[in-house]
């Protein structure tokens, strides 16, 4: 794994702990949410690893 990766991977963690602080809370007529956080984590983290397993 590369630097790019490692970077992303631990922009992804500190905004899942930020939806998780603020689950339920809402904001300009919308709400946090959590599960929606974590599915879009998950789909990007995958979508850049396997660039990165592919050689892009």
Do not use: P, W
């Not at 339920?24 to 990165?52: H, K, N, P």
Request: charge should be negative.
């Amino acid at each position: 794994m590369n630097i790019y990766f490692i970077v992303l991977c631990v922009l992804m963690t500190l905004n899942l702990g930020i939806a998780m602080a603020k689950d339920g809370d809402s904001r300009e007529g919308e709400r946090y949410s959590f599960i929606v956080t974590l599915i879009a984590s998950v789909i990007q983290f995958v979508m850049v690893y396997m660039a990165i397993e592919t050689g892009f």
